[in-house]
């Protein structure tokens, strides 16, 4: 009979080559009786092996297929300062890459009925900007039965996942030097786009249910603002979802003060029933944008942007004149997928996932005082005043967990000491465990 001891040191011998690379991502692992060959051990205790790697998240194992090196890159473009700090196979949780059982399954199949299907060769050529007309009617007929936007083909455009879109939306409807009121705490990509672009950001206040709407109704007495970034069903990373009231509110101001909306609908899908989208209260001043990102795979790179008519044109040749077209091949399966209610089943399971994720939290940070929906995939953990990000990120990443700090989301001079905490990138197994952790960490760290 092997010992427990013997099983261990497979284990670690096996997790330390994936740590260091010796194993890369991707690669087939031997099967379970080669293994057991190879050490002198009993199947069993091969299959054991495998299921203490699988539950570290170092593996994943496909039916008939074998064991592989599971790919798990950190997502820290928010915080590269940490980098240095993190091992390939640390605990991300400044990212949300969601991976869920049967997403390999999902891909192969497609990728199978694509190459018996039709004319593949046409999945080789160049898409118009913005996709083909039979495709965008997809996205149209989704967006009207599951997003409640009223919408035609020639008000869908197609493009490379949602950061995309708001770039194009950026370069359609702004110019250097114009002033975008946004949220105190924001997306991170937009901020970036925003810099690039060199647009000035006007940061508006909030309070627990949202942004300050008289606030910002006061800055656009003050300044003219050309453009009002928000994100009303989901907020990023404060988890809010705006009432009716708020948002006729908001399209309100945007109509009085001649104001152009940009609505990320990036994790709206998580939100359930919400009222309606400021594209369907206001759709003659709003570019709407979301992707499948965080729903299939944020991999995918597949998003899509609703404009108004009279914007149509105009986003179209922004389109051709910077990326063209989104990739044929991604296009002809994100929308097969969008057809065939794919989509639409995998986000219900979804949410359920984020509100078993959410619950987790819950049990484990419940006195910490964060700020979270109940469907979100992330959560705002403010900390204590005598404690810094900066000094807690560095403490949490050498004991091998990735987070964001609140200064990649801040639009104002003071930035305040807050983690972001993404949940869906971490192995549903695993989360509990990071999170105490994480807890454990703040509540010993040195004051």
């Not at 009979?1 to 194993?23: E, F, N, R």
């Not at 080669?34 to 593996?59: D, E, I, P």
């Not at 297929?65 to 300062?81: C, K």
């Amino acid at each position: 009979m092997v010992s427990t001891s013997t099983v261990k040191s497979i284990v670690q011998l096996l997790a330390g080559d994936i740590q260091s690379g010796k194993l890369p991502p991707g690669g087939a692992l031997p099967t379970h009786r080669q293994l057991a060959a190879r050490h002198g051990v009993a199947v069993a205790s091969a299959s054991k092996v495998y299921a203490q790697l699988t539950a570290m998240g170092l593996v994943i194992g496909e039916t008939g297929r074998g064991t592989f090196v599971r790919d798990r890159p950190l997502q820290r473009e928010w915080d590269s300062d940490d980098e240095a700090r993190l091992s390939r196979t640390a605990a991300d949780l400044s990212f949300n890459h969601p991976t869920w059982a049967g997403q390999a399954d999902l891909l192969r199949t497609m990728l199978r009925e694509l190459a018996v299907s039709g004319d593949l060769a046409a999945l080789m050529h160049q898409q118009p900007p913005g996709g083909r007309r039979h495709e965008r009617e997809i996205v149209a007929d989704f967006l009207t039965a599951e997003r409640r936007i009223q919408t035609k083909a020639e008000q869908v455009f197609l493009v490379n996942g949602a950061q995309q879109g708001l770039d194009v939306a950026i370069r359609t409807l702004l110019r250097p030097h114009d002033c975008v009121a946004v949220d105190a705490l924001t997306y991170p990509g937009f901020k970036m786009a925003a810099h690039l672009h060199g647009l000035a950001l006007k940061p508006i206040t909030y309070h627990a249910g949202g942004p300050d709407l008289d606030a910002l109704n006061a800055l656009c007495r003050r300044e003219r603002i050309r453009a009002i970034y928000a994100m009303p069903t989901l907020h990023n990373p404060l988890g809010w979802v705006l009432t009716a009231q708020q948002r006729h509110q908001l399209a309100n101001i945007a109509r009085q003060h001649n104001c152009m909306l940009i609505e990320d609908a990036s994790y709206a899908f998580l939100a359930g029933k919400s009222p309606p989208p400021l594209a369907t209260l206001a759709p003659e001043r709003t570019i709407y944008v979301s992707s499948l990102s965080k729903s299939l795979a944020s991999g995918l790179r597949f998003g899509f942007v609703v404009v108004p008519d009279t914007y149509a044109k105009q986003f179209r040749s922004v389109i051709r004149a910077t990326y063209w077209s989104a990739p044929s091949i991604i296009t002809a399966m994100a929308t097969r997928w969008i057809a065939s209610g794919a989509v639409t089943k995998h986000e219900k399971h979804m949410r359920a996932d984020a509100q078993q994720r959410q619950a987790i939290a819950r049990k484990i940070l419940g006195n910490m005082a964060f700020t979270a929906h109940p469907n979100a995939l992330f959560l705002w953990l403010p900390l204590p005043e005598d404690l810094r990000a900066d000094r807690i990120a560095a403490a949490l990443a050498k004991n091998e967990i990735a987070v964001s700090k609140a200064e990649a989301y801040a639009t104002t001079p003071h930035v305040p000491h807050a983690l972001r905490i993404g949940l869906s990138s971490v192995p549903l197994a695993q989360l509990e465990p990071t999170l105490l952790r994480l807890r454990q960490t703040i509540e010993q760290f040195p004051v």
